[in-house]
């Protein structure tokens, strides 16, 4: 039998992982954003804003509690999720750091909107592969 490899890995970067793979997901990034304009909600809510079915959001709040991205409250038969600012304090900082580190040139920086096109006609960028087929005669 094979073994499998398994790098250990600081409590921190194990943490940003499990959060990035959370929010891997659109549904889940949509709950989050939710939560953040106003904590304290029911599932009920979030499938009212979300036009999906109430076992798939219940399926991706417990993904993000795995994460622990929310935190779980119960009050009766109601459960009330919030996000659990602590951890996305650890993304927000991890993010901040790695992004500062990040230097892009102003010449990555152009967008297909601001690309120019080069003077010569549509297909004038074909001109620069000319291949040559031995068995194929040419046109003098």
Known sequence: MG???RLNFDTE???IGKICKALGHPTR????????KRDNRTCGEIVELIPLAQSTISKHLLELKKANLVNIKNEGKKTIYSIDVDNIQILKKYLTSYLSTI???EQ???TVLTTKHKAG?????????NYQFPDKKMAV
Do not use: D, P, V
């Open 13 to 15: 970067t194990e943490a």
């Open 108 to 110: 990555s920086k152009s």
């Open 3 to 5: 073994m499998t490899k």
């Open 103 to 105: 230097e892009i040139s």
């Open 121 to 129: 006609g549509r297909n004038s960028h074909l001109k620069k592969y």
């Open 29 to 36: 990034i949509e709950i989050m954003t939710l939560l953040w």
